[in-house]
């Protein structure tokens, strides 16, 4: 059960307020959200918020790791991001005033504070500068289009691990020397063979030839890549 977690006095304080929108704001209409939110810790495989559920305002990740999934009407069900913390959630449902097209689910526990739609309504009409931001972030986001670098129909397994991995990457490395990586995922194989919709067995197939040409070895979660310039080559979409 979702319960309630003590947090920071001000948004301030938080540990994401450098690198989400709100980070726009001076440190007064900051310390204006504390009254409005909503904070909550969310276990790993606990919703934040389900598919056609209606938008309750925007969630901010303090920290933890969530992804977006949705079923389509033939009941498949498609992982097609992962959201880290540091960023928001729920806006594309929010400025489009419909229902979450997508589930929220928690990857690991996770912090995150919602606020509210009337807050955030208010907070856009009073700075322009916020309604920048969101901007910004809705015309970076690739949305349920990244699922086509995983899932595309002309990528075999293989390329589709290769561009996940890339993503991944992003925000995954945890030591580096020179071209040298080492990544420490957010998730287990089984859900990468969700995200790339291949079954478990191929998934591991891929790993064993990835592991064979010397682009990538795995342990778990982690995975070290001995020379990053070489597996990017690999990887077509990037």
């Known amino acids: 059960m979702i319960r309630s977690q003590p947090w920071p006095d001000t948004c301030i304080d938080c540990g994401a307020c450098d690198r989400v929108e709100w980070s726009i704001l001076d440190h007064t209409a900051i310390a204006d959200l504390a009254p409005a939110r909503r904070p909550r810790v969310y276990k790993a495989g606990q919703t934040i918020f389900g598919q056609q559920d209606d938008s309750q ?48 689910v928690a990857l690991t526990d996770c912090k995150i504070c919602l606020i509210p739609s009337p807050k955030v309504e208010q907070m856009i009409q009073d700075s322009p500068a916020l309604a920048r931001a969101f901007l910004e972030t809705v015309a970076r986001d690739r949305g349920p289009r990244e699922a086509m670098l995983f899932r595309g129909s002309g990528l075999s397994a293989r390329d589709r691990l290769l561009n996940l991995l890339m993503v991944l990457k992003e925000h995954c490395v945890v030591a580096a020397q020179g071209e040298h990586l080492e990544l420490k995922l957010p998730i287990k194989r089984q859900t990468m063979a969700a995200m790339l919709g291949i079954r478990g067995e191929t998934l591991s197939r891929c790993i064993r030839e990835l592991e064979a040409e010397g682009l990538a070895r795995f342990d778990g979660t982690k995975v070290i890549l001995p020379d990053f310039r070489k597996f990017k080559n690999q990887a077509r979409s990037f």
């Open 57 to 104: 305002g925007i969630y901010c990740i303090e920290s933890g790791v969530v992804l977006l999934h949705y079923i389509d009407v033939n009941g498949t069900s498609t992982v097609f991001t992962i959201i880290y913390e540091g960023n928001t959630v729920g806006w594309r449902s929010f400025f489009a005033r419909e229902p979450h097209s997508a589930s929220c």
